[in-house]
């Protein structure tokens, strides 16, 4: 597979690698794919109180289009507010990353994960709106 | 020292020509440019000898005799024929055929082709090991089983069958045995009488000779006969009509005469070659599992499965050297190995699967450098992989309701 040169210099370089303290009440994790589709990809999000994703950091198992998407994804979505990392679009990274038509699922992987993330910390302040609204009554 | 880069370690898939083999070659891409199929000038004749002596260099590394062996374009074009000329041959005889599911698409997809025009195809599974069952065969046998199609080794994991006691199996019930011999043929001790081998694919690239050019031997006794594939001038005894590729099969005659003479030697360089490789990776990756049976391998093949590292992208790491993976992202079908997963190899170790392939040109000092690699990158890839630090903090992976879980 001949991979463009920004694919291989996310992959030779990925942004952003890591993992946030999952437990952490303004971090949303996002878990998405399988190990026997040969593609996991862990996408974390770190959000301000204004509601910026100030960090992100990821973690893949799969192939190199698939690292380069999430770390591409990582790098984009840092600094935008949840509504404009919710309107990135998997064609865009493609674009981006000039991915042959067997990699589109790697974009689209990229993209659930970056929606994933955002969902599970939408739902963590929602309970934890719920904790404190129990607690004052 | 650091060796030359890039290094070649996807002996399975094709061979450097041998410089000895190239010499014979070049005389007859020049003046020697006869066609030997001319019977009336010295040019013709010249070619025709070159052609006659290579098929008893051929035929010698078999146990065969010249007359037995059939010039083709390859081995793609040599199981074609042999399973489709006999299949059509003795169709009056039966219509069912046996094959494994480990063997090369050129088999499998002929054997589907035949079922499409009326044949029965029984597609034996193999053991945990990678090998054909000799039993699992015996049991398949019917009266109407006239084709049974078994590969000496398997380009994949390098394992090897049980050829001879498959063929014992095969001509108790009077059946054609057809024996794709590729990978194993110059590597491994195979000969068609202990075989008990009716037909045999073999392929000049797989052992140091060109590519484009391939036989098939066909037994002569007891007769064994094919309907050709392909129709014109006769040439090949009428079984194979077109043009001989007269350097490609002196470079063949060669190669195999080379493989022949020097496989005890080479054999043995290759195996202690492989098993550094293997146990220097052992030593310094954890979580590997080698696929298929390490007894029965062929002494250059090495398949190995590093979990938590999706194969591609370990390929991609391991820049400047050339191996292939079982992974599915290395083919458009999103699948990975078929010949992995009839093993029984989980889903999700096929995909991270390496196939490294030792051959006549590799060194000590390229094995050591690729366990050096393989340690760092695996150590990256790792690092950067959620299925390794769950893993690593107690979680298990399996017990995980994945997404999209086919």
Redo the contacts between chains.
Sequence with gaps: ?A?SGKV?DH?EN?RN?G?LNKESLNVGTG????????????LQIQVSETGVIEDAK??????????ASSSLATEWIKGMTLEQAMSVRNTQIVQELNLPP?KI?CSVLAEDAIKSAIADYRRKQRGAQVQSSLGGS | MAPKLPIYMDNHATTRVDPRVLEAMLPYFGEEFGNAASRSHVFGWNAERAVEQAREQVAAAIGASGREIVWTSGATESDNLAIKGAAEFYRDRGNHIITAVTEHKAVLDTCKRLEKSGFEVTYLPVERDGRVNPQAVADALTDRTIVVSIMLANNEVGTINPVAEIGQAVKARGAVFHVDAVQGVGKIPFDVASAHADLVSLSAHKMYGPKGVGALYVRRKPRVRITPIIDGGGHERGMRSGTLNVPGIVGFGKAAEISAAEMAEESKRLLALRERLRLGIEARVTDTVLNGSLEYRLPGSLNMSFA???G??LM?ALKDVAVSSG????S?S?E?SYVLRAMGV???MA?TSIRFGLGRFNTEEEVDYVIDLVAQKVKKLR???????MAQSGVD?KSIQ?????
Excluded: N
């Design positions: 597979m991979y291989i992959y990925p690698v993992s878990l998405v794919g399988a190990p026997a589709c040969g593609d996991v990809m862990k990821f973690k893949t198992f799969g192939c190199g289009s698939a690292i067997v699922h | 938590y590292v999706e591609e992208a991609m992974s599915a992202c290395t458009a999103l990975p989980p889903v999700e995909h690092e950067m992989s959620p299925l390794w630090e992976i994945w997404a999209g879980q086919r």
